[in-house]
């Protein structure tokens, strides 16, 4: 069952709005997720389980106590304004590898091993991932996110297999300067 735009995209905003109010409090009670398995934190359902589905089964409820940790260790959205294009988690990683020029040797191993992740091993490995883009504030499409987690045991590993070209384009743009008219949207 795929995660809703319009109400992953509700979760999202609940969230955003709490780092708008600088509600710290909630912001670090959500962090008591991070390094859990997601949905055994009781303290974090009051902030979850209100945007759930009326019926949701255990994969989508995963998804959603997934993203809620992770947003509050690092809850930097795309801009409005920047989502022409790739926004997705490879676009991320893409955006962290241009800031680190040189210095990025090692994420695109990282970035191989967070695609060949099982769907347990996600939530550490994308904390991993989003403890290098704190210090360089890479934005996260968190309503994506929510989308591609729902999505990511498919056979077919479309998830996986649209971060990487999300990257490897991005990548090459910068090598050759050129702009991207490619957006998400129309690879589906």
């Given at each position: 069952?795929?995660?809703?735009d319009?109400?992953?995209?509700?979760?999202?905003?609940?969230?955003?709005?709490l780092?708008?109010?600088?509600?710290r409090?909630?912001?670090?009670?959500?962090?008591r997720?991070?390094?859990k398995?997601?949905?055994?934190?009781?303290?974090?359902?009051?902030?979850?389980?209100?945007?759930?589905?009326?019926d949701?089964d255990?994969?989508?409820a995963?998804?959603?106590?997934?993203?809620a940790?992770l947003?509050?260790?690092?809850?930097?959205?795309?801009?409005s304004?920047?989502?022409?294009?790739?926004?997705?988690?490879g676009?991320?990683v893409?955006q962290?590898?241009?800031?680190?020029?040189?210095?990025?040797?090692?994420?695109?191993a990282?970035?191989?091993?967070l695609?060949?992740?099982e769907?347990?091993?996600?939530?550490?490995?994308?904390?991993r991932?989003?403890?290098?883009?704190?210090?360089?504030?890479?934005?996260?499409?968190?309503?994506?996110?929510?989308?591609?987690?729902d999505?990511?045991?498919?056979?077919?590993?479309?998830?996986?297999?649209?971060?990487?070209?999300?990257?490897?384009?991005?990548r090459?743009?910068?090598?050759?300067g050129?702009?991207?008219?490619?957006?998400?949207?129309?690879?589906?």
């Amino acid at each position: 069952m795929k995660v809703q735009d319009r109400s992953g995209e509700r979760f999202v905003q609940a969230l955003e709005e709490l780092v708008e109010r600088e509600d710290r409090g909630a912001l670090a009670t959500l962090r008591r997720g991070l390094g859990k398995p997601p949905g055994t934190v009781v303290e974090i359902y009051p902030y979850v389980v209100p945007f759930l589905p009326a019926d949701p089964d255990d994969r989508r409820a995963w998804v959603y106590f997934t993203v809620a940790p992770l947003f509050a260790f690092h809850p930097l959205n795309w801009p409005s304004n920047e989502r022409r294009g790739w926004t997705n988690f490879g676009a991320s990683v893409a955006q962290l590898a241009q800031r680190l020029g040189e210095r990025s040797a090692g994420l695109e191993a990282r970035f191989l091993r967070l695609l060949a992740a099982e769907r347990e091993e996600l939530p550490l490995q994308l904390y991993r991932m989003l403890t290098l883009f704190k210090p360089h504030q890479v934005p996260v499409s968190w309503v994506d996110l929510l989308r591609d987690l729902d999505q990511w045991d498919h056979p077919e590993r479309f998830v996986q297999q649209r971060w990487a070209r999300a990257f490897v384009e991005q990548r090459e743009r910068r090598e050759e300067g050129s702009p991207s008219e490619r957006s998400d949207e129309a690879s589906e």
